[in-house]
């Protein structure tokens, strides 16, 4: 605690305090839906280890409907976001249909893709449904995207694809960017090629070494290059030309404030739930490990996330091991729950990376 200034400790506990209240309402205001598992890239880091013809066949869109059906009546639509992630969300061809179904019950939508397959038409076609909002891959320049997605073609449709949405101005929007060892020494140059291209809204994280990830050591920055970032993204905030934050996990020390709108909290289970391919009902899709609580082809929804998330809710028994005696649980609370393995145990520390 020590290594907290005193402005920051009394910032943090006003966060706790408003996050403690949340949990005990924990309102759904982000539903992720993981419509398929195909994919047409090959990342080096996906955690849901897609394939162009996966083993598990996409999600009907009339069960995932009915889902939402079931939900309504206990939500105010306009007030939670569904996001459809996979895979490749642009691999359904019936991705236009499902989100004007979702339009007209009152929902905003929006899509996390790698770009590869938005044409201008399919652009168009996906707002005529109601389209609120869109993620876009770009990790770096040419050969190093490139490498990382494992498609010799994918800078250029990622990039393409930002142009479009550049000039879309009823969509939110933004850019997230895998850092790691291969694009960490451009990052200036890459801000700078991005801001020339109109984008305004960028997102960056990192990877720890689990799955794929494990097999790629370029995937690692170093405890300096990781503080490095942080600085980088705090310096470029400060500019006020560019929002640039980091992904929503870790606990950052004196950097919680700095590099992101929010103070560090994994609202996993508390405001954030997902229906995943095989119908779980989980939390952030992030989370590989099986914290899944029920399943929509045998349970209600909102039943479950009623009175079986409390795991997610109440974080007490994450406090162990490495977590123990650590003078950060109060406000990081065992980190997030994607970087919990399925015995619960922590598998990554990011404050503890960052060189005081």
Known sequence: ???LSIRRKLALEIARKI?????????????????????????????????????????????????????????????????????EPLMREDLEEIGLALYRRGYPWGMVSNGLYLTKERLQHLMAAGLHSVTISL???????????????????????????????????DVVTCVNRRNYPYLNELKTSLYKIGVRHWRMFTIFPVGRAALYPEFQLTDEEFT??????????????????YGCEGFLGNY????????????????????????????????????????????????VWEERFQPFRNRDWMKKDACSDCSFFR???????????????????HSKRLLH
């Not at 162009?52 to 066949?57: D, F, L, N, S």
């Not at 079931?70 to 996001?83: D, E």
């Not at 919680?256 to 103070?263: L, T």
């Not at 406000?331 to 520390?349: A, T």
Request: glycine content about 10%; hydrophobic content about 35%.
């Open 139 to 173: 990790d770096g320049f040419g050969e190093d995207h490139n490498w990382l997605r494992g498609h010799p073609g994918s800078h250029t449709r990622a990039l393409e694809a930002i142009k479009m949405l550049v000039h879309e101005p009823e969509l939110t929007w």
């Open 228 to 245: 490095g970032v942080m600085e980088f993204i705090k310096d470029t905030r400060k500019e006020g030309k560019m929002h640039l934050s």
């Open 256 to 303: 919680e404030g700095e590099v992101r709108d929010n103070f560090f909290a994994c609202n996993a289970g508390v405001t954030v739930g997902s229906i995943l391919i095989d119908g779980s009902i989980s939390a952030c899709p992030s989370i590989r490990s099986d914290f899944h609580q029920g399943n929509i082809y045998q349970d209600d929804f909102m039943q």
């Open 19 to 87: 996050r403690n209240n949340l949990k005990e309402l924990h309102p759904l205001k982000q539903l992720f839906w993981e419509c398929t598992l195909r994919c047409n890239l090959h990342c080096k880091h996906c955690g849901s280890d897609c394939r162009r013809m996966a083993a598990v066949k996409d999600m009907p869109a009339g069960d995932f409907l009915r889902t939402i059906d079931s939900i309504t009546p206990h939500v105010n639509p306009n007030k939670v976001s569904i996001i459809i992630t996979g895979g």
């Open 331 to 349: 406000y990081c609370e065992g980190n997030g729950m994607h970087l919990r393995d399925g015995n619960g145990d922590l598998l990554f520390c």
């Open 1 to 3: 605690m020590s290594d």
